[in-house]
């Protein structure tokens, strides 16, 4: 998902697709530990997807700080 895609999104759906990206990565662990998981770029490419969602909830977080400061 690109960042402007996930900029058009609620906090509340991105909240929902951060924990379902959270839970996939936990899955994906699980693969690897037992030698199931073939495709091993999968956890960076989901890792990215963790990050630019906590990335894009902490800017609105801050533009929040800052508009209650002014």
Known sequence: M????????SDEEIIARLDEA???IMNLRF???TGELLDTSQLGK????????ETILKEREMEGALEGES
């Open 2 to 9: 690109k960042v402007d895609q996930i900029r058009g999104l």
């Open 22 to 24: 959270r839970e996939e």
């Open 31 to 33: 693969q690897q530990a």
């Open 46 to 53: 989901v890792r990215k997807k963790i990050a630019r969602f």
